[in-house]
């Protein structure tokens, strides 16, 4: 099946300064790739869309100067979460769909962020 | 898409077959119905979907009602690995470019 994988699969930073998390496809071609956050004991909440060589699509009430998306390639979507602050600390989870693959959804492992 | 309701926690003897019910009582003609399940910190993993027809794979079968208003996903042989919450959610079958909507689940617990 195809796989989608995240680095680093936790980190742990300082309030106030950026992190990167990396989202891969590692055996196709991803055209759209979607950022999930998910709390404690809730359940996975959409933060944004992005489509290869496009501009990321933010849900209502994500701060897209925040949380920075970029989907440069087919296979390599990131998020930088800029500024971070405790309330940032979160699991945060992608997904790439592609249309030789019926446009399905692959969920990486996720990335466990906490912010001290 | 049509929005789903799924008993917020069960439980179920390792080794009996654990039937996780679905209420989807709006669901479209093309709309199909997917499971999902989420094992502690990791992210969700597929596990099967159909539009009208029972289905069956190495990991579960799924019960579709006549009338495609529920279902039931049913795990044959529950082993302690399959403690996780699952997640029923119906979609379109479009182009995919809209992501997948995750409600609360079900929290299954497997009791040895």
């Known amino acids: 099946g195809a796989v989608v994988s995240q680095h680093p699969s936790w980190v742990i930073c300082k309030s106030g300064t950026s992190v990167k998390i990396e989202c891969r496809s590692l055996?196709?071609?991803?055209?759209?790739m979607f950022w999930y956050r998910q709390f404690p004991k809730q359940s996975l909440m959409l933060m944004a869309t992005s489509n290869e060589g496009s501009k990321a699509t933010y849900e209502q009430g994500v701060e897209k100067d925040k949380f920075l998306i970029n989907h440069a390639s087919l296979t390599l979507s990131t998020l930088t979460v800029t500024s971070a602050h405790p309330e940032d600390s979160s699991f945060y989870i992608c997904?790439?769909?592609?249309?030789?693959?019926?446009?399905?959804?692959?969920f990486g492992p996720g990335t466990r962020l906490t912010v001290t | 898409d049509a929005k789903t309701t799924q008993p917020p926690s069960m439980d179920c003897a390792e080794g009996r077959a654990a039937n996780l019910p679905c209420n989807h009582s709006?669901?479209?003609?093309?709309?199909?119905v997917y499971w999902y399940r989420q094992i502690h910190s990791q992210g969700p993993q597929y596990i099967i979907h159909g539009l009208k027809n029972n289905e069956t794979n190495e990991m579960a079968s799924l019960i579709i009602t006549e009338d495609r208003k529920s279902s039931t996903l049913i795990l044959p042989h529950a082993t302690l690995r399959d403690t996780a919450v699952y997640y029923c959610i119906v979609r379109a079958m479009d182009t995919g470019r809209r992501a997948l909507t995750f409600g609360s689940g079900t929290r299954l617990q497997v009791q040895p």
């Open positions: 709006t669901i479209s003609g093309n709309e199909y």
């Open positions: 055996d196709f071609q991803a055209t759209t």
């Open positions: 997904s790439a769909s592609g249309a030789f693959l019926s446009y399905e959804q692959y």
